[in-house]
T-cell receptor, first 115, second 114 residues
Framework: ETGVTQSPTHLIKTRGQQVTLRCSSQ?????VSWYQQALGQGPQFIFQ???????GRGNFPPRFSGLQFPNYSSELNVNALELDDSALYLC??????????????FGPGTRLTVT | AQSVSQHNHHVILSEAASLELGCNYS??????LFWYVQYPGQHLQLLLK??????LVKGIKGFEAEFIKSKFSFNLRKPSVQWSDTAEYFC????????????FGGGTRVLVKP
């Protein structure tokens, strides 16, 4: 167990709907990264938050957005859901976004199914 | 953009056999390298990491990996596997010049037969 928690565990949504996924980082960690893992693939970086601001973004459209709160927990919001958004969404926390010189600790993920 | 290739999608072997999983990355600058493992029903866990120094790094559970800069490779090895090593293994890279994002390979599913 890493101390990173995510909710909900599973979620089923309909195409066009909006979804919010939540992540609580490990105690003492101030950086949260979000990844999308489609079935049979490796995780893909969505974005990272540090001190409540976006600190890097992968190749995902603007309908993927996020927030980080003063307690370093984070939300991932996806608008206008598409079938291809069905995936496992992983949250990872780390201490500082210091050029990789830190480990990212992953949560269990939220399995999103879009029908 | 950085990309990571893992050569084998599936590996099946018997207990006590040796394991080697290949990983190559595309960017030739300064990188940090990781191997993560995902056991059935569990979180992604860090097996080992390379930041600098000795290119042969040792991780948990008897795993080791060798960074060969000239080959852009970071292969994972274990001399003698156990049934409990059945899992999916992911190689990941941080391109230091591009921030703190991990770029993952597609993963290798390893099945160890008892």
């Amino acid at each position: 167990e890493t101390g990173v928690t995510q909710s909900p565990t599973h979620l089923i949504k309909t195409r066009g709907q909006q979804v919010t996924l939540r992540c609580s980082s490990q105690s003492g960690h101030n950086t949260v990264s979000w990844y999308q893992q489609a079935l049979g693939q490796g995780p893909q970086f969505i974005f990272q938050y540090y001190r409540e601001e976006e600190n890097g973004r992968g190749n995902f459209p603007p309908r993927f957005s996020g927030l980080q709160f003063p307690n370093y927990s984070s939300e991932l919001n996806v608008n206008a859901l598409e079938l291809d958004d069905s995936a496992l969404y992983l949250c990872a926390s780390s201490l500082v976004p210091n050029r990789g010189l830190n480990e990212q600790y992953f949560g269990p993920g939220t399995r999103l199914t879009v029908t | 953009a950085q990309s990571v290739s893992q050569h084998n999608h599936h590996v099946i072997l018997s207990e006590a056999a040796s394991l080697e999983l290949g990983c190559n990355y595309s960017y030739g600058g300064t990188v940090n390298l990781f191997w993560y493992v995902q056991y059935p029903g569990q979180h992604l866990q860090l097996l080992l990491k390379y930041f600098s120094g000795d290119p042969l790094v040792k991780g948990i559970k008897g795993f080791e990996a060798e960074f060969i800069k000239s080959k852009f490779s970071f292969n994972l090895r274990k001399p003698s596997v156990q049934w409990s090593d059945t899992a999916e293994y992911f190689c990941a890279v941080i391109q230091v010049s591009a921030g703190n994002k991990l770029t993952f390979g597609g993963g290798t599913r390893v099945l160890v037969k008892p």
